[in-house]
C-alpha cells in the first residue's frame, strides 16, 4: 500500500526566503507526482505534475523535482512571498490503479511580512 | 465559469437524514472521482468512475453510494447519515495518467 508523508507539517518563514517542502512516497513504483495548494476552506488548485520519467518540472517560482529510486519529491519556491501562504499537497498516482491518488497530509506554510 | 463545480457547497444535516452532493465538470475527462478531507486524515477516495459503466469503491466507500448519470455528472450520496460523515467532500476529474482536477468542495455537517 502506497504511503506519502509530508515533512515539515507547518512552516514559518520571512517574505523573500527560498524554501523547500518534502514529499516521500513507499512505493516508487508510481505513474506520476502532483503537487497542490489549499487555501483554508478552499478547493485543491493543482501546481505541478511530474511524470515518473521526468526529474523535474518547473512553473514560475516553484520547482518540483523527482526521484522515484529514493521515494522524494521536494518542491521549491523560490522568493516566497505572503500570498504563497497556504498548504501544499503532494500526491502520488500509483502505476496499478490509473488516476487514483495517495495523498500526503501537507505542509502549511506562512510566509511572514 | 469553473471547470468542476460542486453543489451545495455547504449542508447541515441531521443523523439518519439521506442527503446527495452533486458534481458536474466540463472538462471532457472521463474519470470522476469523490474524496472526503478530515484534519489530521488526509484525503481519501470514496468512490471512482472511468467511464459512465464503470464505478469503483475507493478506501472508505462504506456509507456511501454514487451514480454517475452522464460522462460530465457524478453525484454522491451518504443513505443513512451519521456525525462522523461531517468532513469536507472533493470532486474531482482527469483524463487518463493525467492531472486531476478539483472542485471547490462541499462542507457537510452531520449533526
Known sequence: ?113 | DADVTQTPRNRITKTGKRIMLECSQTKGHDRMYWYRQDPGLGLRLIYYSFDVKDINKGEISDGYSVSRQAQAKFSLSLESAIPNQTALYFCATSDLGHEQYFGPGTRLTVT
Open chain 1, 1 to 113: 500500500k502506497q504511503e506519502v508523508t509530508q515533512i515539515p507539517a507547518a512552516l514559518s518563514v520571512p517574505e523573500g526566503e527560498n524554501l523547500v517542502l518534502n514529499c516521500s512516497f513507499t512505493d516508487s513504483a508510481i505513474y506520476n507526482l502532483q503537487w497542490f495548494r489549499q487555501d483554508p476552506g478552499k478547493g485543491l488548485t493543482s501546481l505541478l505534475l511530474i511524470q515518473s520519467s521526468q526529474r523535474e518540472q518547473t512553473s514560475g517560482r516553484l520547482n518540483a523535482s523527482l526521484d522515484k529510486s529514493s521515494g522524494r519529491s521536494t518542491l521549491y519556491i523560490a522568493a516566497s512571498q505572503p500570498g504563497d501562504s497556504a498548504t501544499y499537497l503532494c500526491a502520488a498516482h500509483r502505476e496499478t490503479s490509473g488516476s487514483r491518488l495517495t495523498f500526503g497530509e501537507g505542509t502549511q506554510l506562512t510566509v511572514n511580512p
